[in-house]
């Protein structure tokens, strides 16, 4: 996909891959996770207005892609730079992740990995209504 196509400088290509976190501890587990959104957050580094003599950093979304049925993406035409990588689950079994990644022009070094945890969905042992044990108190 080309999200920034209007730009002409924009040479820049991201690739990588959306995973099971189960597979970061035993690679022969790893599965990929089809179809979600990965967004791409260039990071902007915003100069001092005076008079302030600080800059600061923030992220600016430049477009979001579906991984395909190996759970990879790829991103090209989009500027250099680092990037802030969240993926979204199309399920509820996960949870988000994220990672920082770089975009260069050509092919990238390596790819970008972002591992989705599975969703915890247990209930704390303070939140499970109890009925109250022996008479009523105004009846003592």
Do not use: C, M
Request: glycine content about 8%.
């Amino acid at each position: 996909i080309q999200v920034a196509a209007q730009n002409p400088n924009a040479h820049g290509e991201l690739r990588g891959v959306v995973l099971d976190s189960a597979g970061a501890l035993d690679p022969s587990q790893t599965v990929p996770i089809v179809g979600a959104t990965v967004v791409l957050n260039l990071r902007v580094i915003v100069p001092p207005t005076p008079p302030a003599d600080t800059g600061s950093i923030t992220v600016e979304e430049v477009g979001q892609v579906l991984t395909d049925a190996n759970g990879r993406f790829l991103v090209t035409s989009i500027p250099e730079g680092d990037y802030f990588v969240v993926a979204t689950p199309p399920d509820s079994k996960h949870d988000s992740g994220a990672t920082w990644a770089f975009a260069s022009s050509g092919s990238s070094e390596r790819d970008a990995t972002i591992y989705l945890p599975h969703r915890t969905v247990t209930t704390p042992p303070d939140s499970v209504p109890t009925p109250p044990g022996g008479p009523p108190i105004d009846s003592l």
